[in-house]
């Protein structure tokens, strides 16, 4: 009888230690996501926040998005649309690993140079769901009048 409780105390203890191995590892996992990106020209750059490009909350009123521009594309933007809220803060940050470019919602007043190992800030906040065009108004090289995005607002 007391050998099967300690056999049930030391099946606890195994699931219990099986169970912080799996959460360790999945911990991490999370972790090491914004690892995989480009390396950007320093300059005070924020390593982190453009390692992994894209839109995230931070509460529940404030989105942000992490946008590189290079020649010749808008990361995100350009292969896929920006998504943001509507009726939200919502702040881009925009940077550039390469030349001077520019970064213009059409339609907006939203429309910034972007210089290479800085950040450009921009806040706003969007009243209704929305298709708006990127396009990059700094002459940055042959692929200039193509670079372009798209940005939803939803
Ligand atoms: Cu980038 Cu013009």
Known sequence: RLEKIWLAVSLVFIVALVAS???GV??????TVGDTGQQLDPNGLDQTRFADPGGHWVD???YVVNVVARQFLFQPGTQEPIMVPANTTVTFY???PDVVH????VGTHL???VIPGQETKLT???DEPKSYGIVCHEYCGAGHQSMAGQLIVV
């Open 21 to 23: 191995i799996v959460y």
């Open 26 to 31: 999945a911990g991490m996992g999370v972790g």
């Open 60 to 62: 529940d009123d404030h």
């Open 94 to 96: 925009v940077t550039s």
């Open 102 to 105: 520019g970064f213009d919602v």
């Open 111 to 113: 429309n910034a140079m």
């Open 124 to 126: 706003t906040e969007f």
